[in-house]
């Protein structure tokens, strides 16, 4: 069974701090790595689908990068405001590949505290 | 919103009767996923369709089948729902793995 492992659990930080977590994935077979953002009593959203080793992506004060070769990915968040409170999602194709069967990891809680 | 609609939104059965929950894109993508969302295990995923009357099963297909017969809806069957299918579930769409997953709104299932 494929393993898609998120660290840590949850995150606690203050307001202005900036922040960083991990999902790691298998090595070989490597098609794609997504990240998603959800928030409570919301549906996930899709932030990044990596593609590339060495893949870096940018959304405001997210940002992302990729190493395929040793499986893992980190989001980070560059000074935390409230609205960022979320559980963060990363996802990985497992058995068929690129036929769609995306496993999610069990996410990261980020709480940011005013 | 990506244009995804599920159906119903919430729903209270009882142990043993069948269930269907539905899920309606206009987004005309190719392929379709059903998770759910348990607490202390994310999201998981139980079948995903790549085309129409292609289906595959998930992590935690037993107890659940599908179909879809058209590009537009993708139906999750409960066939004998159990208590332990309570939980909220996920339709989501996207062009492949390689691709965006968007999601519907979820549907709450409550089996007492």
Redesign the interface.
């Known amino acids: 069974i494929l393993n898609v492992e998120q660290s840590p659990q949850s995150l606690h930080v203050q307001e202005g701090d900036s922040t960083n977590f991990t999902c790691s994935f298998p090595s070989s077979n490597f098609y794609a790595l997504h990240w998603y953002r959800w928030e409570t009593a919301k549906s996930p959203e899709a932030l990044f689908v990596m593609t590339l080793n060495g893949d870096e992506k940018k959304k405001g004060r997210i940002s992302a990068t990729l190493n395929t070769k040793e499986g893992y990915s980190y989001l980070y968040i560059k000074g935390s405001q409230p609205e960022d409170s979320a559980t963060y999602l990363c996802a990985f194709p497992g058995r068929g590949g690129s036929q769609g069967n995306l496993i999610f990891g069990k996410g990261t809680k980020l709480s940011v505290k005013p | 919103d990506a244009g995804i609609t599920q159906s119903p939104r919430h729903k209270v059965t009882e142990t043993g009767t069948p269930v269907t929950l539905r899920c309606h894109q206009t987004e005309n993508h190719r392929?379709m996923?059903w998770?759910r969302q348990d607490p202390?295990?994310?999201?998981?995923?139980i079948h995903?369709s790549?085309g129409v009357k292609d289906t595959?099963k998930?992590?935690v297909s037993d107890g659940y089948s599908v179909s879809r017969s058209k590009t537009e809806d993708f139906l999750l069957t409960l066939e004998s729902a159990t208590s332990s299918q309570t939980s909220v579930y996920?339709c989501a769409i996207?062009w492949?793995?390689?691709?965006?997953?968007?999601?519907?709104?979820?549907t709450q299932l409550s089996v007492l």
């Open positions: 392929y996923y998770y202390g295990h994310g999201l998981r995923l995903y790549y595959d998930g992590e996920f996207s492949g793995s390689t691709e965006k997953l968007f999601f519907g709104s979820g």
